[in-house]
Each structure stands twice: as C-alpha cells, then as structure tokens.
C-alpha cells in the first residue's frame, strides 16, 4: 500500500530543506535540481509541491512572516510584559530566529529578481515588511503614552530597529561573523537608551 503524504507537511518540510540550498548557493544559483537532490525527490516528484524556485522562496518567506505574527501574538497577549519589554522579545524572535536562518545572499537575490520581474510579489513583500514597522510603531507609541520611553516619533523609530535588525542579517555578507547573540544584545542597549530616566 502506498504511504499517504500530507500535502502541507511535505510542503514545509521540502521549504525547511530549500533553505539551507538557497543560503549555500544564493537564490540566482540555486535551480529544482539542487533543492530535489537536497530533498532525495525527483524533479518531477517536487513539480508536485511547487512549480518553481519562486514559489519556493516565497513560501519560505510567507512562513517567515507568519511565525513573526505568531511571536507577536504571544507578546502581545502576554499583559506581564510593558510595551518596550514586548518589543525587545519580538526583536530577540527576530535576531535570534530569523538571522539563524543565515539567508541573506539569497534574500537579496531573491528582492532584486522581484524588483525586476515581479511587481505582485514586490507589493506582498512591501505590505509585509510595512505591517512588521507598523507593529513595532504602535508598541513605541504605547510605550511613550505609558511613559516607558522618551518622547521619539515611533514611526521612524521603527524604522530604524527593521533597519537594524536588517543590517545584522546582512552582515554575513561582510564575513564579520557577528554571532547573533552579541547583535541582540547590542540592539536591546540601544532601545534600552530610550527609557525614561
């Protein structure tokens, strides 16, 4: 008898493979036959999942941006936690699992091919990364209305730690080897500066 797949766990589990090939080889180098192989499929077998290294990458994003909203959920429904204490966790989420992931060649690959040839998947990308600075934004507005943090215009402050947070996921590039635990900690001392004294 022949084993019964679910559809949605070997699709997870082909994405959770994909992407370590994407982060050896970036996302211009990679093609199905280096993900298959990672995988032990054939070709065919992962036409069956997904019709191209697109759809793969952008299912690995999409379940990027869904454990984020997940993390935030639970920080957001945590009432023991303030306003700045919710966003340290969801940077340290953010730093610590995100980065671990070790994707950014293949991150930048991925953006300027979207850039270029896919206007669709550029405006999802953009609405997410908007959604995430907007979470981040109404946390520091919270936080200044409680009196957790100086009076700073939140929007830009957000900004600013998405950029961050960025920077360090690109680092790698750089060959600086920064371990994402230093990054971490160096964040929280620059949002802990916000505090009021």
């Known amino acids: 008898m022949p084993k019964i797949v679910n559809h949605e766990e070997k699709k997870l589990e082909i994405a959770t493979m994909a992407i ?20 032990n499929l054939g070709r065919t077998t992962l036409y069956q999942y997904f019709k191209n290294k697109d759809e793969i990458y952008y299912y690995i994003l999409e ?20 306003y700045l204490e919710k966003i340290i966790e969801q940077v340290n989420f953010l730093i610590m699992n995100i980065n671990g992931q070790s994707v950014s060649q ?7 091919m979207v850039r270029h ?5 550029e405006g999802k990308m953009v609405e997410h990364y908007n959604a995430i600075i907007d979470s981040l934004a109404s946390w520091l507005n919270k936080s200044i209305q409680n009196n957790e943090i100086i009076q700073v215009d939140a929007n830009a402050t957000a900004v ?14 750089s060959k600086r080897n920064l371990k ?8 929280v001392q620059l949002i802990n500066g916000l505090k009021v004294c």
């Open 117 to 121: 040839n896919h206007s669709d998947i």
């Open 160 to 173: 600013v730690l998405v950029g961050m947070i960025e920077a360090i996921s690109l680092q790698e590039l």
């Open 180 to 187: 994402p635990e230093t990054a971490y900690h160096s964040v």
């Open 106 to 112: 293949a991150f930048l690959d991925f953006w300027l």
């Open 20 to 39: 370590d090939v994407f982060s050896e080889k970036g996302y211009y180098n990679t093609n199905l036959v280096d993900v298959a192989e990672k995988c």
């Open 63 to 82: 379940l990027g941006i869904s454990f984020y909203w997940m993390q935030y959920d639970l920080n957001n429904n945590n009432h023991d936690l303030s």
